[in-house]
């Protein structure tokens, strides 16, 4: 098991640590990756695992119910703490609710579960996507019109996809493997992106981001928890929602507490704080979610 673990996260950190190595001498623009990788080669992955005829979607129906449940449970099982340490809700709020389904949670469950886990990684991916940028966008400005949901091209990818998939069109193999190329490389750019990222830590709101580093995984887990046994989920869909469940706060918090200057030193403490907690945190979560797959109990 121990062997399994390691195997799964030290690629993961090791790509990140290379992003984190580049940056420390050199001036990448991040920002610019960042845009090219969500508005082309995510869309892409996105819309090759849907389309794919192999995946029967209707079969996700539970586990996207559930990573809804857990995104925005999370943040009204934190609400009266969050009220009660007299913490500015819009600020410490969103990470807790918006985790890294993209930077690490896709990487991370493709390198635990293999190939087969990619289709339901990318359904808790999207489904904490279209939250976000609906339901995340909303509480840091009520104004904010939902209609901008359809300019995003990760949502234009995921109706596409679902609707091919649902219709039963079958695309042809030589544009599947095209995409599926073009999406593959969202994978590592994604990691390198969070370990550039990493640089960006200020310590100085070091307390809140150690707060929000236990809290994110524990709020999430509490949640899986319930879900998992009311909607019976077994084999990689509970192990996907354990792991999704667990995942530290989303770098695109950072970005849009930027975005509407919202203590965004605050959320970058939380955001990049809390992803340095998951070198704690995900090695006990998969060794909890090895155990029970070997067990059978998943």
């Not at 994978?187 to 830590?201: E, N, S, T």
């Not at 070091?206 to 879900?227: D, F, Q, R």
């Not at 770098?251 to 970058?268: D, F, G, I, S, T």
Request: hydrophobic share 60%; aromatic share 8%.
């Amino acid at each position: 098991m121990t062997t399994q673990i390691l195997a799964t996260l030290l690629p993961v950190f090791l790509i990140a640590g290379c992003g984190t190595l580049y940056g420390r001498y050199r001036t990448p623009d991040i920002r610019g990756l960042n845009t090219l990788n969500m508005e082309l080669f995510v869309p892409m992955l996105v819309f090759a695992v849907l389309a794919d005829g192999q995946a029967p979607l209707e079969e996700y129906a539970g586990l996207a119910l559930a990573a809804a449940v857990v995104v925005l449970g999370s943040g009204v099982v934190l609400w009266p703490l969050v009220k009660w340490l007299k913490l500015e809700p819009k600020t410490f709020l969103p990470p807790m609710m918006f985790n890294n389904s993209g930077n690490m949670g896709i990487p991370l469950l493709v390198l635990a579960f293999g190939e087969a886990a990619l289709p339901a990684a990318v359904v808790v991916f999207i489904v904490e996507m279209l939250l976000h940028f609906s339901v995340g966008l909303y509480m840091l400005s009520p104004r904010t019109p939902l209609w901008r949901l359809l300019r995003m091209p990760i949502v234009l990818a995921s109706i596409a996809g679902l609707t091919i998939n649902l219709g039963g069109v079958a695309l042809p193999s030589w544009l599947l493997e095209a995409l599926h190329m073009l999406g593959g490389v969202c994978i590592p750019l994604m990691l390198f992106a969070l370990g550039v990222r990493m640089l960006d830590i200020d310590f100085g709101d070091w307390k809140t981001g150690l707060l929000g580093a236990l809290l994110c995984p524990l709020s999430g887990l509490i949640l899986a928890v319930p879900m998992i046994l009311w909607l019976e989920l077994t084999g990689l869909q509970a192990a996907t929602l354990w792991v999704f469940a667990a995942l530290p706060p989303a770098v695109l918090n950072y970005l849009v507490a930027e975005q509407y200057r919202q203590e965004p030193h605050k959320v970058a403490s939380l955001v990049l704080i809390g992803n340095l907690g998951s070198l704690v945190v995900m090695p006990i979560v998969l060794a909890l979610v090895f155990q029970h797959v070997y067990s059978g109990a998943l």
